[in-house]
């Protein structure tokens, strides 16, 4: 089975701390995103990659950053938290292979103050 | 660009009754169809996807869905629903190759007794 791993569950950070969160999947996929949950909002897309080093902004990349330097492993990053970024952050991973099926992660809860 | 309506935010089903959700999508094409299953807390889990072929496909849990290409439409049914699946649920589209995921914004089922 495909396997997700979100570092952090949940979490609770001041405004204006750096946020790292971790995301790493175990089947090789070439395919990784970030998305944020917010009530009635659904699932926004904030950056994805297709490959090492490669990132692509997704519909709300601002106040965001992301890192892939291996393949297994992307990385979301908060250059300076605000309250506004409170809210539940979903990783994924996918791959022709598996016919482009996204699997998700667990999910990790900020909370900022 | 790619959309997905979920019109009915939030349903309330006795157990035992029949599901149907609604899922609409905007694409000029086939696209590929899912549907993910959220409990609270939890990340989101593939129930069945549709990629080509057979209209009526069955996922997992006894749900299945049926594409219908006239009414840009990918419904998910169940026969008898059982308390266990209280959950969110999200439909899904993608264009073929390495594209993202566009959600709908979720519809809440609740189950009563």
């Known amino acids: 089975d495909v396997k997700v791993t979100q570092s952090s569950r949940y979490l609770v950070k001041r405004t204006g701390e750096k946020v790292f969160l971790e995301c790493v999947q175990d089947m090789d996929h070439e395919n990784m995103f970030w998305y944020r949950q917010d009530p009635g909002l659904g699932l926004r897309l904030i950056y994805f990659?297709?490959?090492?080093?490669?990132?692509e902004k997704g519909d709300i990349p601002e106040g965001y950053s992301v890192s892939r330097e291996k393949k297994e492993r992307f990385s979301l990053i908060l250059e300076s938290a605000s309250t506004n970024q409170t809210s539940m952050y979903l990783c994924?991973?996918?791959?022709?292979?598996?016919?482009?099926?996204?699997?998700f992660g667990e999910g990790s809860w900020l909370t900022v103050v | 660009a790619q959309s997905v309506t979920q019109p009915d935010i939030h349903i309330t089903v006795s157990e035992g009754a029949s599901l149907e959700l609604r899922c609409n999508y905007s694409?000029?094409?086939?696209?590929?169809l899912f549907w993910y299953v959220q409990s609270p807390g939890q990340g989101l889990q593939l129930l069945l996807k549709y990629f080509s072929g057979d209209t009526l496909v069955q996922g997992i849990k006894g749900f299945e869905a049926e594409f219908k290409r006239s009414q840009s439409s990918f419904n998910l049914r169940k026969p008898s629903v059982h308390w266990s699946d209280a959950a969110e649920y999200f439909c899904a589209v993608v264009a073929s190759g390495n594209t993202p995921l566009v959600f709908g914004k979720g519809t809440r089922l609740s189950v009563i007794a």
């Open positions: 694409y000029g094409a086939t696209p590929y």
């Open positions: 994924a991973s996918s791959d022709a292979r598996s016919g482009n099926t996204i699997y």
């Open positions: 990659s297709y490959d090492v080093k490669m990132k």
